[in-house]
């Protein structure tokens, strides 16, 4: 009991302390499904932004590079039937999970802090919050404390009973994807070629291996990148971490300046050819539309935080589900009729 009362009393200092995440980047611009609040959880569950903002900022401290991880957890859950926390499920029984996918397996990581919040939520307020809107939480709380603009999180989603590995496969862009493939997976989901421009931008912080973008440093004769689409010298700064075989999971920054920034350098790489993957890179060589949108953002932070705070709270709102639907999880790893 003491213990958690400690816990509480940091999140309260740690949220007077961050950006007032009560308020929305643009508030009046901000839109929600119409079975989402940004208040629904203030009488069930009052602490529970604090709570989660707590974790949050504990697993920073002990590693900047989780913050990355816990916000691309959000967006490969909404890009997968909804945003319902199927992510999260391990396999079991009938439930193929989906952190075996191309894109979630090796990579996907931070499960073990939402468990950590969800385990203090229980605590707190048992079988309230779900681990639809941990995740949701979760990214905002990330992009704020790496220097991103903040939103209000619609919530009240609630989790579902099952996963798709086969979505997980099919729904998530590859690091060598063309941009008329993240456009087309992007509209799928409702989000347009804005959204994905400035959604992409997370990008800003986080990691890549080596395997992912190799194929931008070599072609069959061991050449440098055939289609010049990647500075030469930045290339060259790469090929000396990661061979033309080898150290296939070698991490390498996805924002070579500013890596634990949530800034718009990204958008500044991009421009200067040094988009780390070949997925990043398409959006300043593939179409003049989304060229216009790096520039726009490369130029003016400003307009990046503005327009990545909608997209994120649009793409929030995908499918969730609610009312009577799905459950609330009592462990976000399994359904609870496996508890």
Known sequence: MVKSMVCIVLAQFLLAALLPLSMCYRTHECTSAASLSPWFYDNS?????????????????????MAASLLRLHF??????????????????????????TSNRDSARGFEVIDEIKSAL?????????????????ARDSVVIS??????????????REASLSGSMENIPFPDSTLQTIVNMFNLQGLDLTDLVALLGSHTIGNSRC???????????????????????????LQQGCPISG???????LDYVTPTK???YYFKNLVDFRGLLNSDEVLFTQSSESMEMVKLYAENEEAFFEQFAKSIVKMGNISPLSGTDGEIRKICRRVN???
């Open 45 to 65: 569950c009052p602490k529970a932004q604090a709570i989660v903002q707590f974790f949050v900022a504990k697993a920073y401290s002990i590693d900047p590079r």
């Open 76 to 101: 490969h859950d909404c890009f997968v039937n909804g945003c319902d926390a199927s992510v999260l499920l391990d396999s079991s029984g009938t439930i193929e999970s989906e952190k075996r996918s």
């Open 122 to 138: 229980e605590y707190e307020c048992p079988e309230t919050v779900s681990c639809a809107d941990i995740l949701a939480l979760v």
């Open 147 to 160: 220097g991103g603009p903040t939103w209000e999180v619609y919530l009240g989603r609630r989790d579902a």
């Open 211 to 237: 395997l992912n973008f190799r194929q931008r440093l070599y072609n069959h004769s061991g050449n440098n990148d055939p289609d010049q689409t990647l500075n030469q010298n930045y290339a060259y700064m």
């Open 247 to 253: 150290e296939d999971q070698k991490l390498f920054n």
């Open 262 to 264: 949530f800034d718009n």
């Open 337 to 339: 009729h496996d508890v």
